[in-house]
């Protein structure tokens, strides 16, 4: 990965950057879920105010990928070729089993899940609305992906600490892990590990494309699985 000399205000901007995508992240999360939750009272409103958010998700990681192939600190913009798509999958399957130990042995201490889990899995067992799992799938496969690989791989690593990939990485993926809830060491650990297998996979070709498609995966997968147990279709 190419090294850039940046200035301290270089560095702030890099944060400030990383806050504004992170707030716009958040806005279209609570427009989608603002959506939602008024299913009961205006469904028309809802479905209204959903498929605008699907719209923004759309069109936010788009800009998403538009900005961070304009800046400057970005390395040469390389083609995603089927062996990176199978070198993704690969990445995969070494997530779901680092993160499968650390399950593994939080369930054996008693602890059933994280919060954020718990979270999401009450979210998809209460939902009724088709729409309401499509779009919140949305902001679950689509923009956190986007959004969280441009903050936590692309600003952070080339316009924050560009000269120490590894140390980003792994501030980036405390970070990460604690925007996630963890209510022990285990969860934090669950999410951090998680955070650096990304980064690795960024920093195979110092392409946020492949960290995208990685996360784009295991949300997906992971997403799609917990609809088809929790509405009873597979067992557990």
Known sequence: MK??????FDRFKGILWAVL???LDQGV???ILGGIDLEGSAPNGAKMLQVFGILLVCLLSW?????????PFVSENLPFKRDDLLKSVGYYFVLIFVTGIISYIMSSQGIENTENQQLLE??????TSTLGLISYGFVIVILAPFIEELVFRGIFTSRVLPEFPWLAGIISSILFALMHIPTDIWSFLLYFSMSLILHVSYLRRGQLKDSIALHLINNGV???LLILMLKGIIQG
């Open 29 to 31: 999360v609570a427009l």
């Open 122 to 127: 009450s979210f998809i067992s209460d939902q």
């Open 222 to 224: 992971s997403y799609l």
């Open 63 to 71: 800009l998403a990928i538009k900005f961070y192939r304009k800046h």
């Open 21 to 23: 995508w992170f707030m």
């Open 3 to 8: 090294q850039y000399h940046l200035t301290l």
